[in-house]
């Protein structure tokens, strides 16, 4: 639907999230249909997500105007509090942080895409919102974060809740030529 920007300008900021989740339901069964296996699906969702994610980062900056995260705790503060919710419409929460602070979980109480979808049982090993995964891949990568961010329940599965596990990798260090500081 068309909303009304700061700007005074009409334009389609974000479409209705029952279009977004049938949109992407078609995606999903598409690629079923092109894909021999749920393993292959699962890569190219990932690999999907990953390139918005990329896309993507420079919309949330420029919207959000969130500066630099100093560390990963205020990053996964940030995914949750401001991103889901600019783009979900949701704020999933932080947990089970581990010792050393470079892993914790999103807890999505509720998926949007998943609404109106059930897993037929041939699809068992389909990780059906594995675009979010590449997403937060992709948009931390462009930030010099290395991240791995991998679904460990879902309510498709029957589980209580929807979990994303993000694990930080490295700091991904500027190539800059030598002497190009």
């Given at each position: 639907?068309?909303v009304?920007?700061t700007?005074?300008?009409?334009?389609?900021?974000?479409?209705?999230?029952?279009?977004?989740?049938?949109?992407?339901?078609?995606?999903?069964?598409?690629?079923?249909?092109?894909?021999?296996?749920?393993?292959?699906?699962?890569?190219?969702?990932?690999?999907?997500?990953f390139?918005?994610?990329?896309?993507?980062?420079?919309?949330?900056?420029?919207?959000?105007?969130?500066?630099?995260?100093?560390?990963?705790?205020?990053?996964?503060?940030?995914?949750?509090?401001?991103a889901?919710?600019?783009?979900?419409?949701?704020?999933?929460?932080?947990?089970?942080?581990?010792?050393?602070?470079?892993?914790?979980?999103?807890i999505l109480?509720?998926?949007?895409l998943?609404?109106?979808?059930?897993?037929?049982d041939?699809?068992?090993?389909?990780?059906?919102?594995?675009?979010?995964?590449?997403?937060?891949?992709?948009?931390?990568?462009?930030?010099?974060?290395?991240?791995?961010?991998?679904?460990?329940q879902?309510?498709?599965?029957?589980?209580?809740?929807?979990?994303?596990?993000?694990?930080?990798?490295?700091?991904?260090?500027?190539n800059?030529?030598?002497?190009?500081?």
């Amino acid at each position: 639907h068309f909303v009304w920007g700061t700007n005074g300008k009409k334009g389609l900021l974000k479409t209705s999230s029952e279009l977004f989740t049938l949109t992407y339901g078609a995606l999903v069964t598409q690629l079923c249909k092109d894909y021999e296996n749920d393993e292959d699906v699962n890569k190219q969702l990932d690999k999907m997500g990953f390139n918005i994610g990329v896309r993507l980062i420079e919309d949330f900056l420029a919207r959000s105007n969130v500066g630099r995260c100093h560390d990963f705790r205020e990053t996964a503060d940030v995914i949750a509090k401001v991103a889901f919710k600019m783009y979900l419409g949701i704020t999933p929460s932080i947990t089970n942080w581990s010792p050393a602070g470079d892993e914790f979980s999103l807890i999505l109480e509720n998926n949007p895409l998943v609404d109106f979808v059930e897993l037929p049982d041939n699809h068992s090993s389909l990780i059906y919102s594995n675009l979010l995964c590449g997403v937060l891949r992709g948009a931390l990568e462009m930030v010099q974060m290395a991240v791995e961010a991998k679904f460990v329940q879902d309510t498709l599965k029957g589980d209580g809740v929807t979990e994303i596990r993000m694990r930080f990798i490295r700091r991904i260090e500027d190539n800059l030529p030598a002497g190009e500081e």
